[in-house]
């Protein structure tokens, strides 16, 4: 009878924990939707807690039971942006078969996104580059707040998206594809190729930043990709 009733307060306790979980989540995402659509009627620079608050139907101080600082709101804010490429990455890559190929096309899809909303991109990846922040927390617990976001289709790409910073994700993507076509590089070279095309990226993050008026978004993703495909030829991978 003892072990009965330990049981039936142990699951009582844990429904409990699980209520309170799943309004936490439930709270945090009505934040977070309320913050984009500021953000997308005014941009991330306008997003506010007070603002954010209003729109959701709470106040100032209730958002900061869910949410550490603004900060962290913004981060999670941002992730929707990053979903919408894993969402898109799969249907663009499936006509595309040899490996490093589709890396230039994951390049191109993350450029064409990124270089759609470049503020938000560079919070995500460069921003807090320097605090060894924990990228991958915010990448599980977006889709945690949000189970129904996550496409089965990008299962492949899940340890690559949410690699604990960007310098990981393209170690990881470009080795894969060496891997897959039997280049053997030495792990140097690899991590210097990954080094040179982030910094070629993030050159054109910052350009566009700037002057959104640099170029169009498909001529910097065009440019971008060809410096990155330089890269590889520079050390002797045959692209076609």
């Not at 330990?6 to 699980?18: P, S």
């Not at 306008?46 to 954010?52: A, C, D, M, Q, V």
Request: with cysteine; net charge negative.
């Amino acid at each position: 009878g003892r072990l009965v009733l330990v049981l039936f307060i142990g699951g009582f306790f844990m429904q409990q924990k699980d209520r309170k979980q799943m309004y936490r989540q439930q709270t945090m995402g009505y934040f977070i939707n309320a913050a984009l659509e500021i953000i997308e009627e005014e941009g991330i620079d306008s997003l506010s807690i007070r603002k954010t608050a209003e729109k959701a139907g709470y106040n100032s101080a209730t958002l900061y039971h869910y949410f550490s600082d603004f900060e962290e709101l913004r981060i999670f804010s941002a992730m929707k942006y990053l979903d919408q490429y894993a969402k898109d990455l799969p249907a663009y890559l499936e006509p595309v078969t040899r490996p490093l190929e589709r890396y230039l096309k994951i390049w191109e899809c993350f450029c064409l996104h990124s270089f759609s909303h470049p503020d938000i991109f560079w919070l995500l990846f460069f921003k807090h580059a320097d605090t060894n922040w924990d990228f991958s927390y915010y990448f599980h617990a977006y889709y945690d707040i949000f189970p129904e976001s996550w496409s089965e289709d990008a299962a492949n790409y899940k340890n690559m998206l949410s690699s604990a910073n960007f310098s990981e994700r393209e170690f990881l993507s470009l080795t894969d594809s060496l891997n897959k076509e039997n280049i053997f590089l030495p792990e140097s070279d690899i991590h210097n190729l990954a080094t040179m095309n982030i910094m070629l990226y993030r050159g054109m993050l910052e350009t566009l930043r700037e002057d959104s008026e640099y170029l169009t978004i498909e001529e910097a993703t065009a440019t971008t990709v060809s410096f990155i495909r330089r890269a590889l030829t520079s050390y002797d991978i045959d692209l076609d």
